[in-house]
């Protein structure tokens, strides 16, 4: 349930990725792909080797920046279970993070339909949100994957 006095974002509002065709980081070609690939299991690895009792002052730092992540970092996708026969969600939850808010779960207008078929609801107190992450993926500006139920971390560069 939400909070009746918040108005929250709908999916994508607002949300536009940036023409990135000179980063070749975000390439989608066959080369690429398998380079992005191998940094993704070297960022796997490291944010497995900062997860260790008593840590040391400066892995509990690394970790602690990995956990925060920032618009504009490098991220990966970390919640799911690792996805060693996904490529396509590997490529998708790895790229640059352009933004992560709540906002509405539905747009205004699968809300609306939503209370068309159901009298009972009220309005925006039974109205869901997300925690959604975006997460552009590719050199165009269209590239950008909106993920929820997910967990993403920075990869140090």
Not at 90 to 118: N, P, Y
Request: net charge negative; hydrophobic share 40%; with cysteine.
């Amino acid at each position: 349930m939400s909070d009746t006095t918040t108005r929250y974002p709908q999916p994508r509002e607002g949300i536009t990725g940036t023409e990135r065709t000179e980063d070749d980081l975000l390439a989608l070609n066959d080369k690429a792909i398998a380079r992005r690939l191998m940094m993704i299991g070297t960022a796997r690895a490291l944010h497995s080797a900062c997860l260790v009792g008593n840590p040391a002052p400066i892995v509990a730092d690394m970790y602690a920046r990995m956990r925060a992540p920032q618009p504009g970092d490098l991220v990966m996708e970390v919640g799911i279970p690792f996805r060693k026969n996904d490529p396509d969600g590997q490529i998708k939850g790895f790229g640059i993070l352009i933004d992560h808010r709540k906002e509405w779960a539905s747009t205004d207008e699968e809300w609306a339909a939503t209370l068309a078929e159901e009298p009972d609801l009220i309005a925006d107190e039974d109205r869901f949100h997300d925690h959604a992450w975006y997460v552009q993926y590719g050199p165009a500006a269209e590239d950008v994957c909106r993920w929820t139920n997910c967990e993403f971390i920075s990869i140090p560069t």
